[in-house]
């Protein structure tokens, strides 16, 4: 039986920030500079490129990097963002869906659709709308944006009515197709995954149409800590997984910089998911095994 390895990583936060011209630090940009003067020092850019060679070492057959790659959606920032994606493997065997950071004021989004094009183009095409569908083996990787521009001090997330109307087709024709669903969204989509101003905030939309139509695996970013949820549908409890940040510096225990690994075997009677997590072992700088992560 042959088994299918996917790596699932978020929120480098790649820096330092490059350098901006005046007029680009103004309204909610310049408080984010000035935020991410204190940010710098959390991520580290040595720990990222540990990490992705660790996680590189094991050959995932495909990687999943669920949103805030950048900070303040400056567009100096997106080469560098595109530049890191590249070392991760050729684009197709890397998805990529936008956070809130990406997509962090309304100048920000014609950059992120364009850099980021050769991550979320879908199967057989190059255009980006989300959801995008991009089937590997028999896995459908569905990627959702809930990246939209908020104002000051808010960092929630929405995928909209359209997205959702498409989301739920997309899950109903995976199914049907026999593919195993991965849904990639980088906000934690259910009502109480993030505190106020922080969530996505159609999750209660996201819910009903996980509890309809099913999933077979949801991950995502934003907390910058390790999480497993469930949500309920017709066809069985969803795992819902968050990652840790990419890039943290040891902090507290849930917040060091970490990825996951999941291994997806195709049984008899439905798919077979044994999941773990790798990354700064604790007390150390170093690289290495955290354990499983049960998904229930
Ligand atoms: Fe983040
Ligand atoms: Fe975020």
Redesign the pocket.
């Known amino acids: 039986m042959t088994s299918f390895l996917i790596a699932h990583l978020s929120?480098a936060h790649i820096g330092p920030l490059p350098k901006a011209h005046p007029r680009e630090l103004v309204g909610k940009r310049l408080t984010g500079y000035i935020n991410w003067k204190r940010r710098d020092r959390i991520h580290d850019m040595d720990v990222l490129a540990r990490l992705v060679a660790d996680m590189k070492a094991h050959k995932p057959d495909h990687i999943m990097m669920t949103?805030?790659v950048l900070n303040i959606g400056l567009p100096a920032e997106f080469p560098l963002a595109a530049a890191w994606l590249h070392t991760l493997g050729d684009p197709k065997d890397v998805s990529f869906v936008p956070?809130?950071?990406d997509a962090y004021v309304r100048s920000s989004m014609p950059y992120l659709l364009r850099s980021f094009a050769p991550w979320t183009s879908p199967d057989g095409g190059h255009e980006t709308t989300y959801p995008y569908l991009r089937v590997r083996g028999n896995i459908a990787f569905i990627g959702v944006s809930s990246g939209v521009p908020t104002p000051f001090f808010i960092?929630s997330g929405k995928m909209g009515r359209e997205q959702r109307h498409d989301f739920a087709r997309m899950l109903h024709e995976t199914h049907a197709r026999g593919l195993m669903r991965v849904v990639m969204i980088?906000?934690p989509p259910y009502r109480t995954g993030a505190s106020f101003g922080r969530g996505l905030m159609d999750a209660g939309a996201f819910e009903r149409i996980i509890a309809r139509h099913g999933a077979e695996l949801i991950v995502h970013?934003?907390n910058h800590r390790a999480s497993v949820n469930h949500l309920a549908s017709q066809k069985g409890r969803v795992p819902v997984v968050g990652v840790a940040s990419a890039s943290a510096v040891p902090g507290t225990p849930r917040h060091r910089a970490a990825y996951h690994l999941f291994k997806v075997t195709q049984g008899e009677t439905g798919w077979r998911i044994e999941a773990h997590a790798r990354g700064i072992l604790p007390g150390t700088r170093e690289i290495g095994e955290l354990g499983p992560v049960a998904l229930g």
């Open positions: 929120d949103g805030d956070g809130n950071h960092a980088h906000h970013g934003h």
